[in-house]
């Protein structure tokens, strides 16, 4: 009987194996949706239609950068895939980093995190009453004409 406990031991490793690859594969997948380059656009409250900005440029508005003094990032609500989309492609940092980073920002009176809303419509409100305000929306998403979507190089 003693010889027979490692056998049942090793096919639970195998078996918890098999479920953890199997979670780990399904993840990425749902990761590589979430991180199609279309599926998001900048728009910004400006009167310089050929207005361009890089990734980097982005990045800075959003994490409290010289841009932030020029422009008003503006998020959607945390746990919105769009924002989880736009951070990670985008800033190139997860949630809970940014989360952190902001902490330590406002603790120490540096920045203020970017205003945050509970929808798209609600955001698009916003960037039409704020001159050089800069938010993320869903591409396809009616964009009124006021706004300027934004290229990037």
């Given at each position: ?107 120490t009176g540096r920045s203020k995190p970017p205003v945050e809303f509970e929808s798209t419509e609600e955001v698009i409100e916003y960037l039409l009453t704020v001159e050089d305000s800069v938010a993320y929306l869903p591409a396809g998403i009616t964009i ?10």
């Open positions: 009987m003693i010889f027979f406990k490692p056998i049942n031991n090793i096919k639970k490793i195998m078996m918890l194996f098999v479920v953890a690859s199997s979670l780990f594969g399904f993840s990425i997948s749902v990761y590589a949706e979430n991180t199609n380059p279309s599926n998001v656009i900048i728009v910004v409250n400006t009167t310089d239609q050929n207005l361009s900005f890089s990734k980097q440029q982005i990045r800075h508005i959003y994490m409290g950068g010289a841009m932030s003094r020029q422009f008003k990032a503006v998020n959607l609500f945390v746990g919105n895939p769009l924002r989880i989309n736009f951070n990670t492609r985008m800033v190139g940092l997860t949630e809970s980093r940014i989360q952190a980073y902001w902490a330590q920002m406002r603790f009124p004409k006021e706004l300027t979507i934004i290229s990037l190089n």
